[in-house]
C-alpha cells in the first residue's frame, strides 16, 4: 500500500540553527509531492511542491526540499531557522486516484520547537 | 483572491445529531475537496466533488456526505454523530479537476459531546 513517512515526531532545534526535517514516500512512481505547516489551530499552508525537473524546490518562508528517487525521499531544509518556525509539518503526495481525480497522503507529521 | 473560507469555525454537537459544514472554494477554482484531521489517524481524504459531482471518496462510512453546488460552494454533512467524529475538517480547493495543488481553509472544529 502506499504511504508517506515522517521519522521524526517531533524535533526540537535553536533559533539561528539550521533544519532538515525527513519525509519518505512508498509509490509505485514519483508523485507529486508536496510540504504543508500548519500552526495550532489553523488550517494548512503550502510551502513547496514538486512534480518534476530540478529535485531542489524553493518554497516561501526561505524553506527548500531536494527530491531524491534513489531514496524515495523529499525532505524539507531552512539553513536558519526563526521562533516563528514552530508548528507542525507535513508531508503529502498527491496521488492519482483516477479519470483525473487527485487526493492527497499525508504523513503524520512533524512538530518542530524552537528554542529562542 | 480571497482563500478558501470555511464556516462554521466552531461547532457543539451531541451525539446523535447532524452537522453540516460550508466551504468556499477559491474564486475560479472548481475542485473541492475534503479531510479530517485528528490527533490518532491524522489527515484523511473524505472526498472530491467537481463540476457538482463527487469524483472520489475516501474510507469513510455512509454517514459522511457531501454535495457541490453551481458556484463551486461545497458542504459536508455529516449524521448520527459519534465521538469519534470529533475533528478538524479541512477544505481545499484547486483549479481543475485532479487539480494536483491544493489550497486549504482554516478548518471547522468540530467536538461532539
Known amino acids: 500500500a502506499q504511504s508517506v513517512t515522517q521519522p521524526d515526531i517531533h524535533i526540537t532545534v535553536s533559533e539561528g540553527a539550521s533544519l532538515e526535517l525527513r519525509c519518505n514516500y512508498s509509490y509505485g512512481a514519483t508523485p507529486y509531492l508536496f510540504w504543508y505547516v500548519q500552526s495550532p489551530g489553523q488550517g494548512l499552508q503550502l510551502l513547496l511542491k514538486y512534480f518534476s525537473g530540478d529535485t531542489l524546490v524553493q518554497g516561501i518562508k526561505g524553506f527548500e526540499a531536494e527530491f531524491k528517487r534513489s531514496q524515495s525521499s523529499f525532505n524539507l531544509r531552512k539553513p536558519s531557522v526563526h521562533w516563528s518556525d514552530a508548528a507542525e509539518y507535513f508531508c503529502a503526495v498527491g496521488l492519482d486516484s483516477g479519470a483525473g481525480s487527485y487526493q492527497l497522503t499525508f504523513g503524520k507529521g512533524t512538530k518542530l520547537s524552537v528554542i529562542p | 483572491k480571497a482563500g478558501v473560507t470555511q464556516t462554521p469555525r466552531y461547532l457543539i454537537k451531541t451525539r446523535g445529531q447532524q452537522v453540516t459544514l460550508s466551504c468556499s472554494p477559491i474564486?475560479?477554482?472548481?475542485?473541492v475537496s475534503w479531510y479530517q484531521q485528528t490527533p490518532g489517524q491524522g489527515l484523511q481524504f473524505l472526498f472530491e466533488?467537481?463540476?457538482?459531482?463527487?469524483?472520489n471518496k475516501g474510507n469513510f462510512p455512509g454517514r459522511f456526505s457531501g454535495r457541490q453546488f453551481s458556484n463551486s460552494r461545497s458542504e459536508m454533512n455529516v449524521s448520527t454523530l459519534e465521538l469519534g467524529d470529533s475533528a478538524l475538517y479541512l477544505c481545499?480547493?484547486?483549479?481543475?479537476?485532479?487539480?494536483?495543488?491544493?489550497?486549504f481553509g482554516p478548518g471547522t472544529r468540530l467536538l461532539v459531546l
Open positions: 481545499a480547493s484547486s483549479p481543475r479537476r485532479g487539480g494536483e495543488t491544493q489550497y
Open positions: 466533488y467537481f463540476s457538482e459531482t463527487q469524483r
Open positions: 474564486s475560479g477554482h472548481r475542485s
